[in-house]
């Protein structure tokens, strides 16, 4: 609900790529007076998102006001006949509703230098796909509904608006006319998918990582002076104005700095503006602010989203509305509902065991790096020192429970009693304003990443940790009643998230590999070891990309290059989580066997184990967005491409050699 907390503080993490818990049952309960105000405030918010009968009678009246404040048409949909401030609009809109359009940005800690926040600029998707709208062949299916989405609505605003008593409304539109507008806005998303660097190509970072002065990036972004532009330019100083309007942070041009990740975006976005009608770009950025708000209110936009996803993601049916308000309460009051969950469902004896966990997957690892032969003495040494710095945040965060710390988080945060879309626009702000601050704030390394509720595990390459929230320490990932089927799932999750600080993961904040033991984006390995340790990595990237994912058909494969950091994490997770089984095996005189199942020794266990959590469906329209532009290949390969490359695996299932699962070649990295 509060995108601010999602695009403005950028989160550069690494994760294991699961869901989130939302708590229904703890949101639902009626509490008392003498609950903390956060655990009050999560609970009025949960019962506002239910209201959908208050939503109807507001109607339009709380967009419209957004959409005036804004510089937006409110009374049709555009062009009007006003000169329309792009420039001013963008920047507004990520100041109040921490929306990034056409212009990425947020405040984060410096990646070459962990000890200071600064601002970053970069590239930012149109709204679907870039890689759909350069497809359009083959994403066909998925363009034609997006077209037929946003016309119809934009028909729905206009005849709501219409029927309505607000002044200077116009006639409805015909459906021409809101297909024109629909051919518009997709044209123009199509001409910024084009300018975008595409995600293989950003994996270099000496391509990347621009630090400049704002008065720098404008030069680089002007435009030839006899240049006759359509619009005004894109001018830093005033969109930098409107974002940190109302914050305590006053910008000196000549000196505070900016990290621009992507030049050649922000130039060619410059050269873009200058040629595109006014018309044109009014439609755009309407739409995306527009699209944003929209299912705050009536529920006939609700109803047109959910056919959008049905047709595109072959979604069955509609998410329940308390799942929906359930999700929304957590990404606001996540920890607040944290508190609730581990004052009644979480145990210490779960944290010192995790703990404990951890600790042999370290010590696994730290074996596995001694014996490589293909990394030098020197770059092992700086390998375990860091292994050795990173530090584990398991369960909750320490300060949670303490009286008073919880108020201190949430202060400022503010919900009205039943009414969710106001609501929204005071937390979105005050999330918003909060990470500007940061700006002027040291960074606090002790930070956690995500509330305790969250069914996840995270590995931050800038803080160097691994987090273990005590929502995914319960089954089926935890918890399991053997221990060899704990290792093969949690252990193995841990494993993957310590991987992930030496993989080549395809997210520019998170290639661990590239960030030395106190966060800084260096280069530490040396370049001998770089080159072997690319070859191996070659292995991996040419075994996924020949996994075609036959639910779609033969024009789609896993993308190697992208998912190549996700699976160096699965296979070097699950090596290390079978050497920390073998750790406590070694501890144990012998291991039980399972119930029922005794024909199954403890090794078999726990390659069950870890192939049971990534049991699983998806519709085809997800599996095909989670081709196209995920980093986690789909749960099959997780599974089947991990398990070939294990001699372990092969042993104890007595797989023949070169059979499927158990290939001459196996790819081997950590």
């Known amino acids: 609900m509060s995108p601010g907390s999602n695009t403005v503080s950028c989160p550069a993490l690494a994760h294991i790529g699961l869901r989130e818990n ?9 509490g008392s007076e003498e609950d903390v105000k956060p655990v009050q405030q999560a609970r009025t918010l949960y019962r506002a998102c239910l209201d959908t009968d208050k939503l109807e009678a507001l109607g339009l009246e709380p967009m419209l006001t957004v959409l005036q404040k804004l510089g937006l048409s409110s009374t049709n949909v555009p062009p009007s006949n006003q000169p329309f401030d792009w420039l001013e609009t963008i920047g507004q809109s990520q100041r109040m509703l921490g929306l990034n359009v056409l212009v990425g940005f947020w405040v984060s800690q410096d990646v070459r230098n962990t000890s200071r926040n600064l601002m970053v600029v970069d590239q930012i998707s149109p709204g679907i ?7 359009p062949a083959r994403f066909q299916t998925e363009l034609t509904e997006y077209h037929r989405y946003i016309r119809d ?56 990582f621009h630090e400049m002065t704002v008065y720098a990036l404008q030069n680089l972004t002007d435009l030839n002076e006899d240049y006759n532009s359509l619009n005004t330019k894109l001018n830093w100083t005033r969109y930098l104005e409107f974002i940190l309007d109302n914050t305590n942070v ?30 044109t770009l009014e439609r755009f950025v309407w739409w995306t602010v527009f699209s944003t708000l929209a299912p705050l209110t009536l529920q006939e936009f609700r109803d047109l989203a959910f056919r959008f996803s049905q047709k595109v993601f072959g979604l069955q049916q509609k998410t329940a509305r308390w799942k929906g308000c359930t999700g929304n309460v957590n990404s606001n009051f996540g920890m607040a509902v944290s508190y609730l969950y581990v004052q009644k469902h979480f145990n210490n004896e ?11 997957i370290r010590e696994a690892f730290t074996e596995i790096v001694m014996e490589l032969d293909w990394m030098d003495s020197e770059t092992k040494q700086r390998t375990l020192e860091k292994a050795h710095a ?12 303490t009286p008073g710390e919880l108020e201190k988080y949430y202060e400022g945060a503010e919900v009205v009693d039943g009414l969710l879309f106001e609501t929204y626009l005071r937390l979105s702000e005050e999330s918003v304003k909060t990470a500007l601050e940061d700006l002027r704030k040291p960074p606090d390394y002790n930070r956690w990443v995500t509330p305790a509720t969250t069914v996840n595990a995270f590995y931050s390459p800038i803080l160097n940790s691994v987090t273990f929230p005590a929502g995914i320490l319960q089954p089926p990932f935890y918890g399991l009643g053997l221990e060899s089927l704990n290792y093969g799932a949690i252990g193995a999750i841990m494993g993957h998230e310590l991987t992930h600080g030496f993989d080549d993961q395809e997210l520019i904040f998170t290639i661990g590999r590239r960030y030395d033991k106190d966060g800084n984006l260096k280069q530490w390995w040396t370049e001998e070891t770089l080159k072997e340790y690319e070859n191996r990595v070659q292995c991996i990237v040419d075994q996924y990309n020949q996994y075609n994912v036959s639910q779609l058909g033969d024009n789609f494969t896993v993308n190697g290059i992208n998912t190549q950091g996700e699976n160096i994490a699965d296979n070097g997770g699950l090596r290390e989580a079978m050497r920390a089984y073998q750790k406590f095996q070694n501890r144990l005189s012998a291991e039980q066997l399972l119930p029922g199942l005794s024909q199954y020794s403890p090794e078999q266990l726990f390659f069950l184990g870890f192939a049971h959590m990534w049991c699983g469906n998806s519709t085809r329209g997800a599996l095909k967005s989670r081709v196209v532009d995920g980093v ?13 490359n294990s001699k372990e695996f092969s042993k104890a299932w007595g797989c023949p050699a070169g059979s ?3 290939p001459d070649k196996k790819c081997v990295l950590w």
Not at 129 to 135: F, I, T
Not at 350 to 360: F, G, H, P
Not at 632 to 644: E, K
């Open 660 to 662: 499927p699962m158990n």
């Open 632 to 644: 986690h290949s789909p749960n099959r390969f997780r599974v089947i491409g991990t398990l070939s």
């Open 22 to 30: 939302p708590g229904k049952n703890l949101n639902q309960e009626e």
């Open 153 to 208: 609505m934009v028909l729905v605003f206009q005849r709501h608006l219409y029927n309505s008593s607000i002044q200077n409304a116009t006639m409805p539109l015909s459906e021409e006319a809101a297909a024109a507008f629909a051919d518009d806005v997709l044209h123009f998303s199509t001409q910024l998918a084009a300018i975008m660097t595409p995600a293989e190509a950003r994996r270099d970072t000496k391509n990347l």
């Open 390 to 401: 990173m530090r584990p945040f398991i369960g909750f965060p320490g300060w949670l429970l």
């Open 350 to 360: 779960s944290r010192e065991k995790a703990l404990e966990m951890v600790n042999d």
């Open 129 to 135: 796909s870039e890689r759909y709208l350069l497809d």
């Open 250 to 279: 006053t910008l000196d041009f000549d000196s505070d700095l900016v990290v621009v990740m992507d030049v050649n975006y922000l130039q060619k976005l410059a050269a873009l503006v200058s040629v595109t009608k006014q018309e």
